[in-house]
């Protein structure tokens, strides 16, 4: 996947997370599904982050950026800000 690509996907992520969150914070939607999937879009802007950065970091050190790989949810949750 490419930077742009990336980006692309993490802007139609925080697009759907605004939508939902504006739902619910609306009480057109309250059921636990909804939750449960701005949880999972979370998840999924973690990763689609983290890739971005580790593609970056490959090329400021002259390697190749498609050698970065999609770490799972749970090691991203546990790193420190």
């Not at 999937?37 to 580790?54: N, T």
Request: glycine share 4%; with cysteine; proline share 4%.
């Amino acid at each position: 996947m490419r930077d742009d690509e990336i980006l692309g996907r993490i802007n139609d992520l925080v697009t759907e997370e605004r939508e939902l969150r504006r739902r619910l914070a609306t009480g057109e939607v309250t059921s636990v599904e909804e939750n449960q999937r701005i949880r999972s879009l979370e998840f999924a802007l973690d990763q689609c982050w983290d890739l971005l950065r580790q593609r970056r970091a490959q090329r400021d050190i002259g390697e190749d950026p498609d050698y970065a790989r999609p770490r799972p949810a749970d090691e991203i949750e546990n790193y420190q800000q």
